[in-house]
């Protein structure tokens, strides 16, 4: 039986308090052997919520867990629905100077590889390359049947067509590309089966109370193993799948590195909490290194 993770996290008073001086990230990037792991932090200045920070959308959203979709037509119903209002939104989103800096990082060989939290796909829309998606991403669709994938965009074109005028005003989207629809809104919305087996549909992402393929966290250990630095970007490493990685960096002696302005529950193995805002803090750091973002020369 999956147990459903831990949705909340509360700091502790015994937490190293956080830095405004993003030396230590200039510095370690201009050593090169970085390995960045990013959270919804990074996409908040695309518009994307993140899950926590000061307006999360753990505070009046609790996500789809894989245990009530699996066993609930009904919880397939409302997620499906509001996924498909989401998806609109979400997939308009563009990638933000974070993004960017952390793609012209990669170009400048100073990353070591890049492992996200987010299932956004801002990372790919900003040039990075070999991204690992540690929790999946929202533009495919898995059957829990054959296991055949298939385009989003395809099922998106399949639900337009089953559900002709849906169009319900969401009051936000959340950091999953679901919107928050009342019971009302979500109606009798069609929920469509796989089209080759009839099987149920899922997005290729992990739920919450779902496990991460081992071969991809084996994969990530690895990538921790290699680097000579670990840079956690806009994460509050609150669950296990994130945290582990720095747990493993720490014990192994690497310097850790956070940018996010909250306290996050890997600050205890940090060398430093850089607790600025992320564009603007690495937009700053590559001005520093002497990288230009978007082609133009940093100040």
Known sequence: MRVRPTLSWTPSEDLPPGTT??????DALSAGGVLVLSGAGISTESGIPD???ENGSLSRHTPMTYQDFTSSAQARRRYWARSHLGWRTFGRARPNAGHRAVTAFERHGLLSGLITQNVDGLHQAAGSEGVVELHGSLDRVVCLSCGGFSPRRELARRLEEANPGFAPVAAAI???GDADLTDEQVGDFHVLPCAFCGGVLKPDVVFFGETVPPRRVEHCRA???E???LLILGSSLTVMSGLRFVRQAAEAGKPVLIVNRDPTRGDRHARARVALPLGATLTTVA?????PLDGQATA
């Open 21 to 26: 001086d993003p030396g230590p990230v200039a």
């Open 51 to 53: 899950y926590r920070g």
């Open 174 to 176: 959340n950091p999953d």
């Open 223 to 225: 990538l921790v193993r």
């Open 227 to 229: 680097a000579t630095t």
């Open 287 to 291: 001005g520093r290194l002497g990288i």
